[in-house]
């Protein structure tokens, strides 16, 4: 394992989140904020509750997942999209560095920022709404493994994508809509008996109830299977990775 590879390509891709702290911090945190005080306090306050759950705190985990979603993607598929852009991802394939070394390198720092999106996001809630973790242990990972995973999906958007349109594609018109309709403002219980079978059909159902599970203790699904589509999401997302990287698709043309 080419340590010194990894290092590299992670210090420069932290070292760009710090270039442009505007974009990649502060405008997902005031975006977040904005919907904490809008359906949080104006709209909340006037919301029954939920689950025995104050519905300003039921939507916190939603919100951040939202947040830990868009970001995800947009850090590793801009990550890696710059170097095609500019000529550089030959200089990367010609090193001495394997292609799971560029993996680690790209989606550990992608995933480390949306990590640390994350935690922003949760303490800024607290200045808002009042919530509990029931489960750290079991928030923490699920942070940690969404982040991951959709790092994972994002660098594959950044090798697809010819353009900085198709970027945005797969973010702002899949993502965003199955996050909305993933039970971010709502339980599916509270939905007809046909549109809640429809709805675990949206893959996001089972990040946001899992990652829900672990402040109240209360899931749409069971938490084990929350954690079994996640996990094979993630085994998708590597398996596609390693097809790019064994074929060079989009990487040597």
């Not at 070292?15 to 709209?43: D, E, H, N, W």
């Not at 594959?156 to 309709?181: C, N, R, S």
């Not at 209360?218 to 993630?234: E, Q």
Request: charged share 10%; glycine share 8%.
């Amino acid at each position: 394992m080419n340590l010194y590879g990894i290092r590299a390509i992670y210090k420069f891709e932290m070292a760009r989140m710090k270039r442009t702290v505007m974009q990649s911090v502060l405008s997902p945190v005031i975006s977040t904020c904005l919907y904490f005080v809008v359906f949080g306090s104006a709209i909340g306050s006037r919301m029954g509750d939920i689950d025995n759950i104050s519905y300003g705190a039921y939507i916190i985990p939603g919100l951040v997942m939202l947040s830990l979603l868009m970001q995800s993607i947009s850090n590793a598929s801009f990550g890696i999209y710059m170097p095609k852009f500019s000529g550089t991802i030959y200089e990367v394939l010609s090193a001495p560095v394997s292609y799971v070394e560029v993996v680690i390198g790209y989606v550990g720092a992608a995933a480390t920022k949306s990590v640390i999106l994350g935690l922003i996001i949760l303490a800024t809630a607290k200045l808002f709404v009042d919530y509990t973790v029931l489960h750290p242990f079991w928030m923490l990972s699920f942070l940690v493994l969404t982040s991951i995973t959709f790092s994972l999906f994002g660098f594959i958007i950044g090798i697809w994508a010819d353009g900085f349109e198709k970027l945005q594609i797969v973010p702002m018109m899949i993502v965003t809509p199955l996050v909305f309709l993933g039970g971010t403002f709502y339980s599916i219980d509270m939905l007809p008996e046909i549109w809640q079978t429809i709805s675990l059909f949206n893959p996001v159902v089972y990040l946001i109830s899992g990652f829900r599970w672990a402040f109240y203790g209360v899931s749409d699904v069971h938490v084990g299977i929350s954690v079994g589509m996640t996990m094979v999401f993630l085994a998708l997302c590597m398996t596609a990775v390693w097809w790019i990287f064994k074929t060079g698709y989009r990487l040597r043309s």
